[in-house]
Protein backbone atom coordinates (compact mmCIF):
# COMPACT_ATOMS: atom_id res chain seq x y z
CA UNK A 1 0.00 0.00 0.00
CA UNK A 2 1.56 3.55 -1.07
CA UNK A 3 2.18 5.87 2.01
CA UNK A 4 0.43 8.81 1.69
CA UNK A 5 2.39 11.95 1.15
CA UNK A 6 2.77 14.86 3.29
CA UNK A 7 4.05 18.37 2.82
CA UNK A 8 5.50 20.49 5.31
CA UNK A 9 5.29 24.05 3.88
CA UNK A 10 6.09 26.14 6.83
CA UNK A 11 8.57 26.12 9.77
CA UNK A 12 7.67 23.80 12.75
CA UNK A 13 9.14 21.92 15.44
CA UNK A 14 11.26 19.01 13.21
CA UNK A 15 9.41 16.27 15.82
CA UNK A 16 6.36 16.65 13.52
CA UNK A 17 8.01 15.36 10.82
CA UNK A 18 9.20 12.57 12.85
CA UNK A 19 5.44 11.59 14.36
CA UNK A 20 4.08 11.66 10.71
CA UNK A 21 7.08 8.98 9.82
CA UNK A 22 5.66 6.60 12.67
CA UNK A 23 2.39 6.54 11.75
CA UNK A 24 2.99 5.55 8.44
CA UNK A 25 2.79 8.59 6.04
CA UNK A 26 6.07 9.73 3.96
CA UNK A 27 7.16 13.63 4.62
CA UNK A 28 8.95 16.41 2.74
CA UNK A 29 9.51 19.06 4.66
CA UNK A 30 10.22 22.02 2.17
CA UNK A 31 9.86 25.88 3.20
CA UNK A 32 10.30 29.62 2.16
CA UNK A 33 8.47 28.28 -1.37
CA UNK A 34 6.70 30.83 -3.20
CA UNK A 35 3.15 30.72 -4.83
CA UNK A 36 4.26 29.54 -7.94
CA UNK A 37 6.71 27.21 -6.23
CA UNK A 38 4.25 25.47 -4.17
CA UNK A 39 1.66 25.03 -7.57
CA UNK A 40 4.08 23.09 -8.98
CA UNK A 41 4.87 20.72 -6.15
CA UNK A 42 1.11 20.38 -4.62
CA UNK A 43 0.19 18.11 -6.95
CA UNK A 44 2.18 15.05 -5.35
CA UNK A 45 0.72 15.04 -2.12
CA UNK A 46 -2.58 14.22 0.28
CA UNK A 47 -1.74 16.19 2.99
CA UNK A 48 -0.30 19.89 3.46
CA UNK A 49 1.22 21.44 6.85
CA UNK A 50 1.36 24.93 7.53
CA UNK A 51 1.46 27.57 10.28
CA UNK A 52 0.64 31.23 9.05
CA UNK A 53 2.93 31.71 6.14
CA UNK A 54 1.95 29.67 3.80
CA UNK A 55 -1.81 31.23 2.05
CA UNK A 56 -3.61 28.65 0.51
CA UNK A 57 -5.33 30.37 -2.07
CA UNK A 58 -7.72 28.84 -4.73
CA UNK A 59 -5.02 28.42 -7.22
CA UNK A 60 -3.01 26.59 -4.70
CA UNK A 61 -6.44 24.38 -3.64
CA UNK A 62 -7.00 24.19 -7.77
CA UNK A 63 -3.49 22.64 -8.69
CA UNK A 64 -3.65 20.36 -5.59
CA UNK A 65 -5.24 17.54 -7.20
CA UNK A 66 -4.71 14.82 -4.65
CA UNK A 67 -4.87 16.81 -1.50
CA UNK A 68 -7.26 15.47 0.87
CA UNK A 69 -6.26 17.63 4.02
CA UNK A 70 -4.90 20.68 5.32
CA UNK A 71 -3.65 20.79 8.90
CA UNK A 72 -2.94 24.21 10.33
CA UNK A 73 -0.77 24.57 13.51
CA UNK A 74 -2.16 27.15 15.17
CA UNK A 75 -5.82 28.19 15.68
CA UNK A 76 -6.24 31.09 13.23
CA UNK A 77 -7.17 29.96 9.74
CA UNK A 78 -7.24 32.95 7.87
CA UNK A 79 -4.44 32.27 5.50
CA UNK A 80 -6.40 29.08 4.13
CA UNK A 81 -9.44 29.21 1.74
CA UNK A 82 -11.99 27.54 3.97
CA UNK A 83 -14.93 27.58 1.77
CA UNK A 84 -13.34 26.82 -1.66
CA UNK A 85 -11.01 23.67 0.10
CA UNK A 86 -15.05 22.80 1.27
CA UNK A 87 -16.08 22.86 -2.07
CA UNK A 88 -12.71 20.64 -3.30
CA UNK A 89 -13.47 17.94 -0.84
CA UNK A 90 -10.59 19.04 1.24
CA UNK A 91 -11.08 18.87 5.18
CA UNK A 92 -9.23 21.77 6.96
CA UNK A 93 -7.67 21.20 10.42
CA UNK A 94 -6.44 23.37 13.27
CA UNK A 95 -4.76 23.08 16.91
CA UNK A 96 -7.52 24.89 19.06
CA UNK A 97 -6.20 23.71 21.98
CA UNK A 98 -2.07 23.84 21.67
CA UNK A 99 -1.68 27.22 22.11
CA UNK A 100 -5.06 28.13 24.08
CA UNK A 101 -2.74 28.35 27.44
CA UNK A 102 -0.21 30.68 25.67
CA UNK A 103 -2.54 32.94 24.47
CA UNK A 104 -4.54 33.46 27.85
CA UNK A 105 -1.63 33.96 29.95
CA UNK A 106 -0.54 36.80 26.79
CA UNK A 107 -3.96 37.86 28.12
CA UNK A 108 -3.21 38.12 31.62
CA UNK A 109 0.10 39.43 31.09
CA UNK A 110 -0.86 42.67 29.01
CA UNK A 111 -3.59 43.32 31.36
CA UNK A 112 -0.87 43.66 34.60
CA UNK A 113 1.18 45.55 32.07
CA UNK A 114 -1.16 47.73 31.12
CA UNK A 115 -2.85 48.09 35.00
CA UNK A 116 0.39 49.19 36.07
CA UNK A 117 2.29 50.89 32.62
CA UNK A 118 5.03 48.32 33.31
CA UNK A 119 6.45 48.97 29.78
CA UNK A 120 6.73 53.02 29.73
CA UNK A 121 7.72 52.59 33.32
CA UNK A 122 10.37 50.66 32.40
CA UNK A 123 11.69 52.61 29.64
CA UNK A 124 12.07 56.10 30.86
CA UNK A 125 13.80 54.16 34.26
CA UNK A 126 16.24 52.30 31.74
CA UNK A 127 16.66 56.06 30.11
CA UNK A 128 18.05 57.23 33.65
CA UNK A 129 14.74 59.04 34.34
CA UNK A 130 13.75 57.20 38.07
CA UNK A 131 10.23 58.38 37.44
CA UNK A 132 8.95 57.03 40.59
CA UNK A 133 6.12 59.67 41.45
CA UNK A 134 5.13 59.60 37.13
CA UNK A 135 2.98 56.28 37.12
CA UNK A 136 0.22 55.61 38.85
CA UNK A 137 -1.70 52.07 38.58
CA UNK A 138 -4.84 50.35 39.42
CA UNK A 139 -5.45 46.81 41.38
CA UNK A 140 -7.19 43.95 39.18
CA UNK A 141 -8.48 42.46 42.63
CA UNK A 142 -11.93 43.36 42.89
CA UNK A 143 -12.19 44.41 39.54
CA UNK A 144 -14.69 43.11 36.81
CA UNK A 145 -13.26 41.67 33.54
CA UNK A 146 -15.42 40.98 30.77
CA UNK A 147 -14.85 38.45 28.40
CA UNK A 148 -16.19 38.57 24.66
CA UNK A 149 -15.95 35.55 23.83
CA UNK A 150 -15.92 32.45 26.10
CA UNK A 151 -14.97 29.21 24.83
CA UNK A 152 -11.56 27.74 25.20
CA UNK A 153 -9.12 30.65 25.07
CA UNK A 154 -11.40 32.51 26.93
CA UNK A 155 -12.76 30.26 29.59
CA UNK A 156 -8.96 29.90 31.07
CA UNK A 157 -8.44 33.79 31.19
CA UNK A 158 -11.75 33.18 33.47
CA UNK A 159 -9.91 30.74 35.84
CA UNK A 160 -7.10 33.26 35.94
CA UNK A 161 -8.85 36.13 36.67
CA UNK A 162 -11.38 34.29 39.11
CA UNK A 163 -8.21 33.53 40.81
CA UNK A 164 -7.07 37.02 40.74
CA UNK A 165 -9.93 37.70 43.04
CA UNK A 166 -11.80 39.64 39.79
CA UNK A 167 -15.27 38.91 38.99
CA UNK A 168 -16.20 37.46 35.68
CA UNK A 169 -18.45 38.87 32.98
CA UNK A 170 -18.93 37.00 29.92
CA UNK A 171 -20.42 37.78 26.63
CA UNK A 172 -20.80 34.51 24.29
CA UNK A 173 -23.85 33.61 21.67
CA UNK A 174 -23.14 30.09 22.76
CA UNK A 175 -22.56 30.23 26.46
CA UNK A 176 -25.41 28.45 28.03
CA UNK A 177 -26.34 29.27 31.27
CA UNK A 178 -25.04 25.44 32.44
CA UNK A 179 -21.88 26.30 31.60
CA UNK A 180 -21.73 30.07 32.50
CA UNK A 181 -22.41 28.27 36.36
CA UNK A 182 -19.70 25.51 36.32
CA UNK A 183 -17.00 28.52 34.68
CA UNK A 184 -18.27 30.65 37.36
CA UNK A 185 -18.81 33.73 35.63
CA UNK A 186 -21.92 36.10 34.99
CA UNK A 187 -23.68 35.99 31.48
CA UNK A 188 -24.41 38.76 29.87
CA UNK A 189 -25.66 40.58 26.83
CA UNK A 190 -22.29 42.92 25.10
CA UNK A 191 -24.47 46.30 26.42
CA UNK A 192 -24.52 44.72 29.68
CA UNK A 193 -21.06 43.87 29.50
CA UNK A 194 -19.96 47.08 27.88
CA UNK A 195 -21.53 49.12 30.70
CA UNK A 196 -20.44 47.28 33.96
CA UNK A 197 -16.97 46.17 33.38
CA UNK A 198 -13.39 47.66 34.24
CA UNK A 199 -10.94 45.71 31.79
CA UNK A 200 -12.15 43.71 28.43
CA UNK A 201 -10.67 40.54 26.84
CA UNK A 202 -11.07 39.53 23.62
CA UNK A 203 -11.41 36.03 22.42
CA UNK A 204 -13.57 35.08 19.43
CA UNK A 205 -12.70 34.51 16.00
CA UNK A 206 -13.35 37.31 13.13
CA UNK A 207 -16.03 36.60 11.20
CA UNK A 208 -18.73 38.51 9.81
CA UNK A 209 -20.75 38.74 13.10
CA UNK A 210 -17.65 39.94 15.07
CA UNK A 211 -15.57 42.17 12.67
CA UNK A 212 -15.15 45.49 14.32
CA UNK A 213 -17.75 44.35 17.45
CA UNK A 214 -15.89 46.92 19.57
CA UNK A 215 -17.06 49.68 17.03
CA UNK A 216 -17.10 53.19 17.43
CA UNK A 217 -20.38 52.81 19.07
CA UNK A 218 -19.63 50.05 21.14
CA UNK A 219 -16.71 51.72 22.72
CA UNK A 220 -18.83 54.91 23.37
CA UNK A 221 -20.60 52.60 25.80
CA UNK A 222 -18.29 51.35 28.21
CA UNK A 223 -17.87 52.49 31.38
CA UNK A 224 -15.12 55.27 31.56
CA UNK A 225 -11.70 54.44 32.39
CA UNK A 226 -11.95 51.16 30.62
CA UNK A 227 -8.96 48.78 29.72
CA UNK A 228 -8.96 46.63 26.66
CA UNK A 229 -6.96 43.48 25.78
CA UNK A 230 -6.91 41.83 22.21
CA UNK A 231 -4.97 39.24 21.88
CA UNK A 232 -7.54 37.21 19.43
CA UNK A 233 -7.48 38.59 16.04
CA UNK A 234 -7.05 42.27 14.32
CA UNK A 235 -10.18 43.87 12.99
CA UNK A 236 -12.51 42.98 16.09
CA UNK A 237 -11.73 46.99 17.12
CA UNK A 238 -12.46 49.83 15.40
CA UNK A 239 -8.73 51.20 15.89
CA UNK A 240 -8.95 54.65 14.51
CA UNK A 241 -12.23 54.91 17.32
CA UNK A 242 -10.12 53.39 19.93
CA UNK A 243 -7.56 56.24 19.48
CA UNK A 244 -9.74 58.66 19.65
CA UNK A 245 -11.81 57.27 22.97
CA UNK A 246 -8.29 57.36 24.65
CA UNK A 247 -7.11 60.04 23.55
CA UNK A 248 -10.76 61.86 24.58
CA UNK A 249 -10.13 60.08 28.51
CA UNK A 250 -12.85 57.61 28.63
CA UNK A 251 -10.45 54.60 27.73
CA UNK A 252 -7.70 54.12 30.06
CA UNK A 253 -5.20 52.33 28.19
CA UNK A 254 -5.18 48.99 25.58
CA UNK A 255 -2.80 46.28 24.65
CA UNK A 256 -3.12 44.79 21.47
CA UNK A 257 -1.06 41.87 20.37
CA UNK A 258 -3.16 42.17 16.69
CA UNK A 259 -4.29 44.36 14.48
CA UNK A 260 -6.14 44.90 11.61
CA UNK A 261 -3.15 44.83 9.15
CA UNK A 262 -0.21 43.21 9.58
CA UNK A 263 2.74 43.13 9.69
CA UNK A 264 1.36 46.41 11.42
CA UNK A 265 4.02 48.73 10.28
CA UNK A 266 2.24 52.07 11.26
CA UNK A 267 -1.59 52.75 13.29
CA UNK A 268 -3.16 55.54 14.50
CA UNK A 269 -2.36 54.12 18.06
CA UNK A 270 1.58 54.06 18.33
CA UNK A 271 2.88 56.62 20.37
CA UNK A 272 -0.60 56.98 22.53
CA UNK A 273 -0.01 57.25 25.88
CA UNK A 274 -1.03 54.14 27.85
CA UNK A 275 -1.02 51.73 24.69
CA UNK A 276 0.82 48.83 24.67
CA UNK A 277 1.35 46.49 22.11
CA UNK A 278 3.68 43.71 20.91
CA UNK A 279 3.57 41.70 17.41
CA UNK A 280 1.06 39.04 17.35
CA UNK A 281 3.32 36.87 20.26
CA UNK A 282 0.32 35.24 21.87
CA UNK A 283 1.04 31.53 20.18
CA UNK A 284 4.38 32.56 20.84
CA UNK A 285 5.95 30.15 23.91
CA UNK A 286 8.56 27.26 23.62
CA UNK A 287 6.01 25.11 24.69
CA UNK A 288 2.83 26.06 22.44
CA UNK A 289 4.85 26.18 19.39
CA UNK A 290 5.93 22.25 20.14
CA UNK A 291 2.37 21.91 21.30
CA UNK A 292 1.01 23.14 17.74
CA UNK A 293 3.07 21.25 15.41
CA UNK A 294 3.43 17.35 17.33
CA UNK A 295 -0.61 17.71 17.66
CA UNK A 296 -1.25 18.63 13.51
CA UNK A 297 1.11 16.06 12.60
CA UNK A 298 -0.82 13.55 14.80
CA UNK A 299 -4.24 14.88 13.98
CA UNK A 300 -3.59 14.62 9.87
CA UNK A 301 -1.13 11.05 10.31
CA UNK A 302 -4.32 9.77 11.87
CA UNK A 303 -7.02 11.27 9.14
CA UNK A 304 -4.74 9.85 6.29
CA UNK A 305 -4.11 6.25 7.87
CA UNK A 306 -7.25 5.45 9.53
CA UNK A 307 -9.71 8.00 8.57
CA UNK A 308 -9.89 9.72 12.44
CA UNK A 309 -11.05 13.53 12.15
CA UNK A 310 -10.07 15.71 14.53
CA UNK A 311 -10.79 19.69 15.10
CA UNK A 312 -12.01 19.75 11.49
CA UNK A 313 -13.78 22.99 10.24
CA UNK A 314 -15.77 21.49 7.43
CA UNK A 315 -16.51 18.22 8.86
CA UNK A 316 -17.68 16.19 11.63
CA UNK A 317 -15.32 14.77 14.21
CA UNK A 318 -14.71 11.64 13.99
CA UNK A 319 -12.09 9.49 16.35
CA UNK A 320 -9.64 6.83 15.52
CA UNK A 321 -11.78 4.45 17.89
CA UNK A 322 -15.22 5.44 15.90
CA UNK A 323 -13.85 5.10 12.49
CA UNK A 324 -13.76 1.08 12.58
CA UNK A 325 -17.07 1.15 14.14
CA UNK A 326 -18.41 3.49 11.92
CA UNK A 327 -16.69 2.38 8.56
CA UNK A 328 -19.82 -0.44 7.44
CA UNK A 329 -22.31 1.68 8.23
CA UNK A 330 -21.09 4.82 6.13
CA UNK A 331 -20.69 2.43 3.21
CA UNK A 332 -24.40 1.54 3.65
CA UNK A 333 -25.52 5.11 4.20
CA UNK A 334 -22.99 5.84 0.76
CA UNK A 335 -24.85 2.93 -0.88
CA UNK A 336 -28.62 4.06 0.14
CA UNK A 337 -27.35 7.89 -0.64
CA UNK A 338 -26.46 6.64 -4.09
CA UNK A 339 -29.37 4.50 -4.52
CA UNK A 340 -32.57 7.06 -3.69
CA UNK A 341 -30.24 9.84 -6.29
CA UNK A 342 -30.01 7.36 -8.97
CA UNK A 343 -33.97 6.51 -8.56
CA UNK A 344 -35.06 9.96 -7.14
CA UNK A 345 -32.65 12.10 -7.77
CA UNK A 346 -34.77 15.10 -9.82
CA UNK A 347 -36.54 17.94 -7.94
CA UNK A 348 -35.77 17.19 -4.44
CA UNK A 349 -36.47 19.48 -1.34
CA UNK A 350 -35.53 17.76 1.29
CA UNK A 351 -33.77 14.55 2.99
CA UNK A 352 -34.05 13.02 6.47
CA UNK A 353 -31.39 10.42 7.53
CA UNK A 354 -32.93 8.25 10.20
CA UNK A 355 -30.95 5.91 12.41
CA UNK A 356 -32.42 3.08 14.74
CA UNK A 357 -31.09 0.24 16.55
CA UNK A 358 -27.47 -0.24 16.91
CA UNK A 359 -27.02 2.70 14.64
CA UNK A 360 -28.14 5.24 16.91
CA UNK A 361 -25.65 4.73 19.65
CA UNK A 362 -23.09 6.16 17.27
CA UNK A 363 -22.14 9.17 15.65
CA UNK A 364 -25.17 10.44 13.16
CA UNK A 365 -23.12 13.18 11.40
CA UNK A 366 -20.34 10.51 9.34
CA UNK A 367 -23.39 8.52 8.60
CA UNK A 368 -25.20 11.62 7.03
CA UNK A 369 -22.33 12.76 5.21
CA UNK A 370 -22.09 9.12 3.67
CA UNK A 371 -25.88 9.72 2.78
CA UNK A 372 -25.09 12.64 1.04
CA UNK A 373 -22.21 12.07 -0.68
CA UNK A 374 -23.76 9.29 -2.20
CA UNK A 375 -26.71 11.14 -3.21
CA UNK A 376 -24.64 14.24 -4.31
CA UNK A 377 -22.59 11.33 -6.77
CA UNK A 378 -25.52 12.88 -9.03
CA UNK A 379 -24.28 15.87 -9.27
CA UNK A 380 -20.28 15.81 -9.18
CA UNK A 381 -17.61 13.40 -10.05
CA UNK A 382 -15.46 14.59 -6.94
CA UNK A 383 -18.14 14.60 -4.08
CA UNK A 384 -16.89 13.23 -1.16
CA UNK A 385 -17.91 13.42 2.37
CA UNK A 386 -16.49 17.26 3.15
CA UNK A 387 -18.19 18.92 0.15
CA UNK A 388 -21.45 17.23 -0.40
CA UNK A 389 -22.87 19.17 2.78
CA UNK A 390 -22.03 22.24 0.89
CA UNK A 391 -23.21 20.74 -2.51
CA UNK A 392 -26.61 19.75 -0.72
CA UNK A 393 -27.10 23.02 0.65
CA UNK A 394 -25.93 25.00 -2.86
CA UNK A 395 -29.19 22.96 -4.29
CA UNK A 396 -31.33 24.10 -1.30
CA UNK A 397 -31.66 20.68 0.53
CA UNK A 398 -33.55 20.72 3.57
CA UNK A 399 -31.27 18.33 5.48
CA UNK A 400 -32.70 16.77 8.60
CA UNK A 401 -31.29 14.06 11.14
CA UNK A 402 -33.48 11.67 13.22
CA UNK A 403 -32.21 9.47 15.80
CA UNK A 404 -34.51 6.50 17.17
CA UNK A 405 -33.85 4.74 20.23
CA UNK A 406 -36.18 1.55 19.54
CA UNK A 407 -35.13 -1.34 18.21
CA UNK A 408 -37.73 -2.86 15.30
CA UNK A 409 -37.44 -5.91 12.99
CA UNK A 410 -33.69 -5.71 12.66
CA UNK A 411 -30.25 -4.55 15.25
CA UNK A 412 -29.57 -1.62 13.16
CA UNK A 413 -31.35 0.33 10.21
CA UNK A 414 -30.46 3.61 8.26
CA UNK A 415 -33.45 4.89 6.35
CA UNK A 416 -33.13 7.62 3.77
CA UNK A 417 -36.28 9.78 2.82
CA UNK A 418 -36.32 12.25 0.23
CA UNK A 419 -39.06 14.50 -0.94
CA UNK A 420 -40.03 14.93 -4.63
CA UNK A 421 -42.88 16.70 -6.40
CA UNK A 422 -44.41 12.86 -6.55
CA UNK A 423 -44.18 12.56 -2.91
CA UNK A 424 -41.55 11.18 -0.12
CA UNK A 425 -39.10 8.12 -1.37
CA UNK A 426 -37.77 6.06 1.16
CA UNK A 427 -35.18 3.33 1.23
CA UNK A 428 -33.77 1.58 4.53
CA UNK A 429 -30.78 -0.85 5.17
CA UNK A 430 -28.70 -2.87 7.50
CA UNK A 431 -25.66 -4.40 8.34
CA UNK A 432 -25.91 -8.33 8.72
CA UNK A 433 -23.71 -9.85 10.86
CA UNK A 434 -20.18 -9.76 8.96
CA UNK A 435 -20.78 -6.29 8.30
CA UNK A 436 -21.89 -6.38 5.01
CA UNK A 437 -24.27 -3.32 4.06
CA UNK A 438 -28.00 -5.20 2.71
CA UNK A 439 -31.06 -2.93 1.23
CA UNK A 440 -33.90 -4.19 3.18
CA UNK A 441 -36.78 -1.58 1.61
CA UNK A 442 -37.18 0.10 -1.34
CA UNK A 443 -40.43 2.65 -1.79
CA UNK A 444 -42.09 0.79 1.00
CA UNK A 445 -41.90 -2.72 -0.77
CA UNK A 446 -39.60 -5.21 1.36
CA UNK A 447 -36.74 -6.36 -0.56
CA UNK A 448 -33.47 -7.98 0.45
CA UNK A 449 -30.65 -7.42 -1.85
CA UNK A 450 -26.88 -6.10 -1.81
CA UNK A 451 -26.13 -2.85 -3.92
CA UNK A 452 -22.97 -3.38 -5.75
CA UNK A 453 -21.40 -3.07 -8.92
CA UNK A 454 -23.45 -2.90 -12.06
CA UNK A 455 -27.84 -3.52 -11.34
CA UNK A 456 -31.12 -3.34 -13.13
CA UNK A 457 -33.94 -2.08 -11.35
CA UNK A 458 -37.38 -2.78 -12.70
CA UNK A 459 -40.93 -1.97 -11.15
CA UNK A 460 -43.14 -4.18 -13.07
CA UNK A 461 -46.71 -5.58 -12.34
CA UNK A 462 -46.54 -8.89 -10.39
CA UNK A 463 -47.81 -11.74 -12.89
CA UNK A 464 -46.84 -14.83 -14.06
CA UNK A 465 -44.16 -15.21 -16.45
CA UNK A 466 -42.33 -12.03 -15.95
CA UNK A 467 -39.16 -12.81 -14.52
CA UNK A 468 -38.68 -15.55 -17.22
CA UNK A 469 -39.20 -12.72 -19.99
CA UNK A 470 -36.79 -10.63 -18.35
CA UNK A 471 -34.44 -13.43 -18.09
CA UNK A 472 -35.40 -14.36 -22.16
CA UNK A 473 -34.02 -10.33 -22.85
CA UNK A 474 -31.19 -10.28 -21.12
CA UNK A 475 -29.38 -13.69 -21.95
CA UNK A 476 -30.82 -12.72 -25.68
CA UNK A 477 -28.79 -9.31 -25.37
CA UNK A 478 -25.63 -11.19 -24.14
CA UNK A 479 -26.13 -9.87 -20.20
CA UNK A 480 -25.41 -12.05 -17.40
CA UNK A 481 -27.31 -11.81 -14.49
CA UNK A 482 -25.36 -12.67 -11.37
CA UNK A 483 -28.62 -12.67 -8.51
CA UNK A 484 -32.57 -11.75 -8.95
CA UNK A 485 -33.72 -10.00 -5.31
CA UNK A 486 -37.42 -9.68 -5.61
CA UNK A 487 -40.16 -7.50 -3.35
CA UNK A 488 -44.10 -6.93 -3.92
CA UNK A 489 -46.74 -4.72 -2.40
CA UNK A 490 -49.30 -7.59 -2.84
CA UNK A 491 -50.09 -10.80 -5.37
CA UNK A 492 -50.93 -9.17 -8.62
CA UNK A 493 -50.11 -5.66 -7.39
CA UNK A 494 -46.35 -3.48 -7.62
CA UNK A 495 -43.39 -5.53 -7.73
CA UNK A 496 -39.82 -4.57 -7.92
CA UNK A 497 -37.15 -6.94 -9.42
CA UNK A 498 -33.51 -5.98 -8.39
CA UNK A 499 -30.74 -7.27 -10.49
CA UNK A 500 -27.25 -7.52 -10.45
CA UNK A 501 -25.78 -7.88 -13.82
CA UNK A 502 -21.87 -8.69 -15.06
CA UNK A 503 -21.58 -5.74 -17.68
CA UNK A 504 -23.62 -2.25 -17.89
CA UNK A 505 -27.42 -2.55 -19.53
CA UNK A 506 -27.35 -0.53 -22.82
CA UNK A 507 -29.81 2.25 -23.26
CA UNK A 508 -30.80 -0.11 -26.02
CA UNK A 509 -31.72 -3.35 -24.07
CA UNK A 510 -33.46 -0.97 -21.46
CA UNK A 511 -35.80 0.29 -24.13
CA UNK A 512 -36.82 -2.91 -25.33
CA UNK A 513 -37.51 -3.72 -21.82
CA UNK A 514 -39.45 -0.90 -21.16
CA UNK A 515 -41.87 -3.04 -23.84
CA UNK A 516 -42.03 -6.21 -21.70
CA UNK A 517 -45.60 -6.59 -20.83
CA UNK A 518 -46.60 -5.44 -17.51
CA UNK A 519 -43.52 -3.08 -16.90
CA UNK A 520 -43.91 0.16 -15.40
CA UNK A 521 -40.16 1.62 -14.76
CA UNK A 522 -36.75 0.43 -15.93
CA UNK A 523 -33.36 1.96 -14.67
CA UNK A 524 -29.74 1.15 -14.95
CA UNK A 525 -27.97 0.88 -11.04
CA UNK A 526 -24.63 1.47 -10.67
CA UNK A 527 -22.64 1.30 -7.59
CA UNK A 528 -18.81 1.13 -6.38
Not at 445 to 470: K, R, W
Not at 491 to 505: H, I, K, M, T
Amino acid sequence: MTKPRVLISDKMDPNAARIFEEKGCQVDVITGETPEQLIARIGEYDGLAIRSSTKVTKAILDAATNLKVIGRAGIGVDNVDIPYASGRGVVVMNTPFGNSITTAEHAIALMFALARQIPEANAQTQAGLWPKNGFMGVEVTGKTLGLIGAGNIGSIVASRALGLKMKVVAYDPFLTPERAIEMGVEKADLETLLAKVDFITLHTPLTSETKNILSRENLGKTKKGVRIINCARGGLIDEAALKDLMDAGHIAGAALDVFETEPAKESPLFGTPNFICTPHLGASTTEAQVNVALQVAEQMAEFLTTGGVTNALNMPSLSAEEAPKLKPYMALAERLGSLVGQLAHDNLTKIAIEVEGAAAQLNQKPITGAVLAGLMKQYSQTVNMVNAPFLAKERGLDVREVRHDREGIYHTLVRVTVGTAQGDRSVAGTLFGNGDPRLVEIFGIGIEADLAGDMLYIVNTDAPGFIGSIGTLLGKSGINIGTFHLGRREAGGEAVLLLSVDSPVSEAVLAEARTVPGVRTVRALKFS
